[in-house]
């Protein structure tokens, strides 16, 4: 059966897209993960491939025009498949299988999926798919619901927040009507263009209309609203737990496992959604100062000092099991293929920091000013790559492409995993330039509010462990980049200067390369040069 392949959205803020190319033409065969087309977006040019495998019967958008999120892109199908009424109920004119597409007017599609799609939808439903928020997504999970079926959805409102291989994602509507539908439940993962919900006008029947979509997650497709029938939506299948008073505490699955992870009593929350249901802000923003529970008002002193502890006789296996977020899946996925693919190896250089150390308190006298060690290492480093290009290289299996524009990616740690943040055109930053943007990309990777153009197109990684009194370590080579420097603590050491033991203060750096683009002579020579910048920090200022 033929499948329709709309305009994808491939950030947050993407409304429309422009083709740059087609990779493929009508009548070409094609496989899953091939490029069909480079789409431009509000941020940067992207490949889009097919997650679909068939022969490119149709065109809706030609190269060089603008069409809205959504429009039909192409349909992709069996050789000689008549896809007429698929065209006529979709967006663009026809395009004769034998001829150049083209199209006279791109309207947003009604039926927003790349699964197999039913000739009409009733006057006014919209399938809203699981979003593609970035490059490399394939999947993503449904953090929470912020809507639930039965409410009227205005364009703008943030539907779910979305976590994606990146970051957790608030996803928007396009569409104005009521929810009818969820097909994907909160905390459940479907693959990118999996039914995600129904928009459309209230008490419209949709019998059928979900069965003709992949659904992605458990979620059947007895969920969507009809009158009689009570809708099952993330915040209204709400954990029901009882208290010794007989109380019925309702709470969000979101919001149970938040409240779980910081050892919150879900009894000391006063819920803030429908009939007091306790949500995710209730739980984020509970402090038990302002949210004492009834039952521990009543308590003696002595009851209120210590919340109670799970007991755990001597000897009993004791395990817990952690759901998998996403991010840690990607990172789990990735870091195994870099490890396992790329043959690594490491260099070690010790550095003296005694210049730097004071040079970074003269720096930091100015007002307005704030420079970190880091922030020395990675103006450093972008100097030192322009230097050894080769360094600023990827591998690919026909060529070896060196960068010479210069992205350094800052790894940082947050609560699902790690995210690297990029620098662009690092070595253009003066030092406090580079302060502040590594403060500002580092909190909101913390709050997860990056943008995944934020964490695309670095050409060489930096990881600091030096805070946690790491004194060197070994990281995994961020890929595509061929190289990753590893930044240890700064320690104070007996050290021989002149003939003589003095003290003083040293850093470790290791530099793991990628064997294939990388000889050991050129990261050392690159080691080398990092070395006297960083103790000669006046240099970078040249």
Known sequence: MATIVTMPRLSDTMTEGTVAAWLKKVGDKISEGDILAEIETDKATMEFESFNEGTLLYIGIPEGETAPVDSLLAIIGNEGEDVSALIAGGSAAPVAAESAPTVAEAKTTEAVTTAPVAAALPKGVIVVT??????????????????????????????????????????????????????????????????????????????????NYKIGGTAPAATAAKEEVKATTSESAEVIETVSDGKRILASPLAKKIANDKGIQLAQVKGSGENGRIVKSDIENFTPATAPSATASKAPESAKTEAPKVFVPAGEIFTEEIKNSQMR??????????????????????????????????????????????DMVI????????????????????????????????????????????????????LSQIGTS?????????NKKLLPTEMEGSTFTVSNLGMFGITEFNSIINQPNSAILSVGAIVEKPVVKNGQIVVGNTMMLSLACDHRTIDGATGAQFLQTLKQYIENPVTMLA
């Not at 039914?195 to 008490?203: F, N, V, W």
């Not at 600023?392 to 609560?415: C, F, P, T």
């Not at 590594?438 to 913390?446: I, Q, T």
Request: charged fraction near 25%; charge should be negative.
């Open 130 to 211: 699981m979003p593609r928020l970035s490059d490399t997504m394939t999947e993503g999970t449904v953090a929470t619901w912020l809507k639930k079926v039965g409410d009227k959805i205005v364009e703008g409102d943030i539907l779910a927040e979305i976590e994606t291989d990146k970051a957790t994602m608030e996803f928007e509507s396009f569409n104005e009507g009521t929810l009818l539908f969820i097909g994907i439940q909160e905390g459940n993962t479907a693959p990118v263009d999996s039914l995600l919900a129904i928009i459309g006008p209230a008490g419209t029947d949709i019998t059928g209309i979900a069965e």
């Open 379 to 430: 103006k450093a480093c972008a100097l030192a790559l322009k230097k050894h290009p080769k360094i600023n290289s990827q591998w690919k299996e026909d060529a070896i492409i060196i960068n010479h524009h210069v992205n350094v990616g800052v790894a940082v740690a947050v609560e699902d995993g790690l995210v690297v943040p990029v620098l662009r055109f690092t070595d253009a930053m003066s």
């Open 438 to 446: 590594v403060r500002d990309l580092a909190g909101r990777a913390k």
């Open 329 to 374: 899946k990607i990172i789990a996925k990735r870091l195994a293929e870099s490890l396992f693919t790329a043959p690594h190896y490491n260099l070690v250089i010790e550095v003296t920091m005694d210049e730097a150390m004071q040079s970074r308190a003269i720096i930091n006298n100015v007002p307005d000013t704030k420079v970190s060690f880091n």
